[in-house]
């Protein structure tokens, strides 16, 4: 069963409709809707959007919650104390006045929640229906917070004889085998990161070991069969199509390149405040040799006029797929896509073999220095036009905020969307809570340090005394020069160890712009919790 016929089958069973004529709206950059809000509301409604997105995330976990009187309850599990509602009754409750759901036999009136919800609009779209669907393609909303939140809106109990059962697992059938070594933060989607030691090992991560972010489910594609089209909006627009045999008649072009989520050592700004996001500790960035061929060489093959780059961007639609048919998106400015100091890929190829599924196959965008997110996987579709990715990963996320904007004061739209990364760096090994038994008096720490935008990491400074002396690590980095030097750097360094049982370690790491990480979190709080690269801390204990 093909995805695409999972998810329709979610809509059918949802809806309750016995028949209906499948339609996918997909934008190429060239189309514009002209809806009234109430037609909106009405596609809202048939389609479904999944509630919250992909913004309210962390791990999957068996969550419970306690209930009024104290009892443990599963979430959604049936309540004695509250009052019965039919699917029918439910379903009346689906304008911005009284906007109710469903999930398991619970029934949730959330209509005061809606100025605070972190995915804008999106949530209009599942006014008066069950949100348990979507929660299972968007398996991170499955969190003791999430849970809790919902819980505080329960109303009632959906009526016995509507209880549908959602699981449908035929949606991730075909999801691929994952090394047990990682660190699984969910697993539908599938998102885990690489232990700390693991990552220090190789310079080049091992492709099976390399982080995994996943919006959605991992679509199953044919690399013999796959076309990615190209789309030049303008006066007269130009549409090509490439297979990959198409496109690697191009230049070959190899990058080493570093991805990281910028969501990466969000957990540590949790600390200061609580941030909405997977709970990434150091290992959602890795390192690859990247090898395809230049986007700019298709985009310029194509006709693109490379003197007339400014105002546009270029939108990359990948083949995952969410509850309601729509493709992941997102863009960048043009002028970075064509630049050739950026050296973004077409990729084809990872560390010396093709693309494992995870990680794009056959075909993904490689963007070196951005947040990964731009790097769109499993792509299928290039536009290039004056407007930037409608799609709600692009103007509803991975967007700067100052520390003191709330959810209910965030502009998504007005917030400059993050193209670049800044300097961080991590201590791996040993990691927090390890005990060393010190050598010659010294013991050995070894980390990663990475800068975004082509900069390269100049100097890692490590101390052990609360940042009163510095000690230089030795470095390990990419032979790249500075403004296209796109690798992270390895680094270690011995620490003296003196007579206490417990050792704070603190690291920073200075790029070639001359920027250095800021000390604390507090200063760079952000709701959503990203460009997390405060000092890392971490304690060990010392074996006498």
Known sequence: MSLKTALLKHLLRQSKISSCAPIVFQYHGHYKHTQTDKDKW???????????????????TNAKKKGS??????????????????????????????????????????TTFLPSHPGGEQIYNAAGLSIEPFWNVYGMHKTEEVFKLLESYRIGNLHEGDVVDHSDDELWAKEPFRDKRLVVKTAKPFNAEIPPKLQVQHFNTPNELFYVRQHMPVPDLDAEQHKLKVVLVGSSTIVREFSLQDLHRFRPATVNAALMCAGNRRSEMNEVKPVKGLSWTTGAVSNAQWSG??????????????????????????????????????????RMAVDPAACVLLA?????AALPPDHGRPLRAVVPGAPAVRSAKWLQSIT?????????????????????TTWETADFPAAPPVYSLPVTSAACEPEDGDTVEPVDGHIQVKGYAYSGGGAKVLRVDVSADGGRTWREARLRSDGAAP????????????????????????????????????????????????????YHKIKVNIKR
């Open 42 to 60: 009405k596609l809202g409604r048939s389609t479904a959007f999944a509630i919250l997105g992909s913004v309210l995330v962390g791990s999957a």
């Open 69 to 110: 009187e104290g009892d443990v309850t599963e979430p959604g599990a049936k309540r004695e104390d509250l009052p019965i509602y039919t699917a029918e009754e439910v379903s009346k409750h689906d304008n911005k006045k009284s906007f109710w759901v469903t999930y398991k036999h619970g029934v949730y009136d959330v």
């Open 293 to 334: 061929v230049y986007l700019r060489d298709v985009l310029e093959h194509c006709g693109l006029d490379m003197e007339d780059v400014e105002g546009k961007h270029v939108i990359f639609t990948g083949a995952d797929i969410d509850a309601t048919g729509e493709h992941f998106s997102t863009s960048i400015p043009l």
């Open 348 to 352: 084809t190829g990872m560390n010396g």
């Open 384 to 404: 290039v036009s004056t407007e930037e990715s409608p799609s709600h990963w692009h103007q509803r996320d991975y967007r700067s905020f100052n520390p003191s």
């Open 483 to 534: 403004r296209a030097h796109y690798a992270w750097t390895l680094w270690t360094v011995a620490l003296p160890v003196h007579d206490a049982k417990q050792m704070e370690i603190w690291v920073k790491a200075t790029d070639s712009n001359f920027n250095t990480q800021p000390e604390k979190f507090d200063d760079i709080w952000n709701i959503r919790g990203i460009l997390s690269n405060a």
